[in-house]
């Protein structure tokens, strides 16, 4: 006999009242229910809420504040009307200073917790545009039958449903506002019931839209695409199958290129919609000049870029240092960035391909010493690299972070090795979301 499913225990019904104590760091309340921690979204804390439950579990429950008698002086009107539903963000409830003090505040208690330690010196947080951020998303897309119409966005609020929103805030505004047309045009498709998921990619000149299809298209489908995208100067993309198989059909002619600058560098780096680009490009331009400048690059330093990517920072690098080394996972990524070196005149720097989880001592380059060295990681973090940098000989070490807990840790390893850190600051990469991007300097004195 096969085991009894368990069945989901039913949820208490009606509201109820709480008092919220904290804030969680995903941006929900925290309050104590009969003794049972429950964590409350759209509460803040010194909030008296009434909610309903969401789910429960054996050690916490989950819900919802559906009333708020005393609002938080950190509680803002949300920039969007769909806010309640879509799992875009969750943070737009909270003032835009309350969202950097809590995301400041995830940085300072992970250093402490994982790394024993705190900065020197806390450096202003980054901030940038607060809406119409985001140049790089994947949005889900379905037919949905029951409702006889395509939905497109983002998925709602821990859930797998695409949740039914007209238009997105943090969307450049381009595509944040055309999401009503995006659904009409795949209504009128012969396959809008095989296309899961739209990605966008935004240049400084232009936008990519990139249409994963589970079977091939007609010529008809095909067209509407095309003059969907032609009507509005956008780039086209189909996508058959995984990665590789990314093509363009709209433009026919010219590279499959899409662009963005670092005017403080005066440089233009070219990328394709499938690269990993910065989500936020104003932040960006802001944050590489800030790395740079904690880097104290002059012409006389030798620079190791890890985890460089397409060269986002090791191109404006060389255009301080006198030389550049960039190490990257992927092949492709390493001939973006001599293709990007290329554009911009630059010979001053090199590129290698090389996992940099596994052991470097067999390639040339890590035989090498630089002055310095600048990290941006996955959020897995550099702890294998990290433990190597004596070897370097580097003085100053740059961590750029989109994992807290992962550069809390890697900063305890620092110090270790005899690395002080000495500034450190967030920077508002996800406004209105709980991702935490940072910066970090460490110093060999």
């Known amino acids: 006999m096969g085991r009894r499913r368990s069945r989901r225990k039913s949820l ?44 429960q579990r054996r050690r916490f429950d989950e819900g919802y504040a559906t009333e708020v008698s005393n609002p938080s002086p950190d509680r803002a009107e949300p920039p969007c009307q769909h806010a309640d539903i879509c799992g875009g963000c969750s943070l737009q409830h909270i003032s835009p200073a309350a969202q950097l003090r809590m995301k400041q505040q995830v940085l300072a208690e992970q250093l402490q917790h994982f790394g024993g330690l705190a900065p020197e010196q806390w450096l202003a947080p980054l901030t940038g545009p607060l809406t119409g951020y985001r140049g790089k998303a994947r949005l ?32 450049v505004p381009e595509v944040g506002g055309a999401l009503m047309a995006l659904r009409e045009l795949l209504n009128g498709l012969d396959a809008r019931r095989d296309i899961p ?11 990519a839209l990139v249409f994963r299809h589970m079977r091939p298209l007609s010529a008809a489908d095909q067209q ?67 790395a740079l400048d904690l880097l104290d690059v002059g012409a006389q330093h030798r620079v190791l870029d890890l985890f460089c990517g ?29 293709e990007n070196a290329r554009l911009n005149g630059l010979e001053n720097i090199e590129f290698h391909a090389w996992d940099l989880s596994q052991d470097i001592s067999g390639q040339h380059w890590a035989a090498e010493r630089f002055d310095r060295v600048l990290i941006d990681p996955p959020r897995s973090g550099a702890l294998e690299m990290v433990r190597l940098m004596p070897q370097f000989g580097a003085q100053k070490l ?5 994992n807290p807990a992962t550069l809390a840790r890697d900063a305890g390893e620092l110090k270790a090795l005899g690395y002080q850190l000495t500034r450190a600051g967030v920077m508002d990469m996800f406004p209105h979301t709980t991702h935490v991007e940072s910066v970090a300097l460490f110093e060999r004195r």
Not at 310 to 327: C, E, K, M, S, W
């Open 197 to 207: 998921q739209i990605e966008v990619a935004a240049g400084d000149d232009a936008v």
């Open 140 to 171: 889900g897309s379905r037919y949905v039958d029951a409702r006889e119409t395509a939905m497109v966005g983002f998925r709602e609020k821990r859930s797998n449903f695409i949740a039914d929103i007209s238009r997105c805030e943090v969307l």
């Open 310 to 338: 397409l060269g986002n920072f090791t191109l404006p690098l060389a255009r301080r240092a006198g030389r550049v080394v960039g190490v990257e996972l992927s092949e492709t990524m390493v001939e973006r960035g001599y």
């Open 398 to 402: 740059v961590y750029v972070s989109c």
């Open 224 to 290: 509407q695409l095309v003059d969907f995208c032609r009507e509005r100067g956008w780039h086209c993309y189909l996508q058959p199958g995984n990665e590789s198989t990314v093509h363009r059909i709209w433009p026919a002619e010219g590279a499959s290129r899409l662009h963005f600058s670092h005017p403080a560098s005066d440089m233009t780096l070219a990328f394709h919609p499938n690269d990993f680009t910065q989500v936020n490009r104003e932040i960006n331009q802001r944050m590489v000049p800030l």
């Open 12 to 55: 208490p019904e009606g509201s109820f009242p709480a008092v919220i104590e904290a804030l969680g760091h995903d941006g929900r309340g925290i309050a104590r229910i009969d003794g049972k921690t429950t964590f409350i979204a759209n509460a803040l804390p010194g909030e008296t809420v009434q909610f309903r439950y969401s789910w």
